[in-house]
């Protein structure tokens, strides 16, 4: 695999807090050619052996506002059980439903573009429905659970130039873990 040519913003790069407009169809070659880099960088980075010959930081999901473009499309590469991966390729997402329930992940969130140790949860709902595109500009809906939805959740926020961190409450960054399940 050859690691895609991707620069991955900081947090302190005032793009990311730009909210992303809508993607219109066909999608540009170019457009085509970053989502599948996306991709490769996202699944190279969750291969051992590719992530130590690299140097790179694992990650499940990419927004394109974080390649320095802000348009409403990310990419979420999740490994599955057997060592395969599955790719969700999301363009102008809707939240349609979501869970009362809420979950953390235990371990807390991370993001590519914070490079950074961060203390703190941030509450996510259990379940979301997603109403979205493909790259085809084929409209789906999807139905999300736990670390998946947490992803969807964390990615949805960039396009609307929200980061992770900026759900932690600043002055108790562990406020409410007794009414949320941890992940």
Known sequence: MQLPK??????KNK????KSSEVSFPLTDKQK???KDMITYLTMSQIDEEREKYDLRAGMGLAYVQIGI?????????ELEDGSFKNYVVINPKIISQSEELIYVG???GCLSVNREVEGI????????VQAFDENGQEYQIRVRED???????EIDHLNGILFTDRIDKNNPYKDIDKMREI
């Open 107 to 109: 371990e807390g969130e």
């Open 70 to 78: 802000p348009k409403r499309i990310f990419v979420i590469v999740e």
């Open 15 to 18: 793009i990311l807090r730009q």
């Open 6 to 11: 991707i620069k991955i913003f900081d947090e």
């Open 122 to 129: 941030v509450p996510r709902c259990a379940r979301i429905t």
């Open 33 to 35: 050619q970053d989502i």
């Open 148 to 154: 998946i939805a947490v992803a969807f959740q964390h």
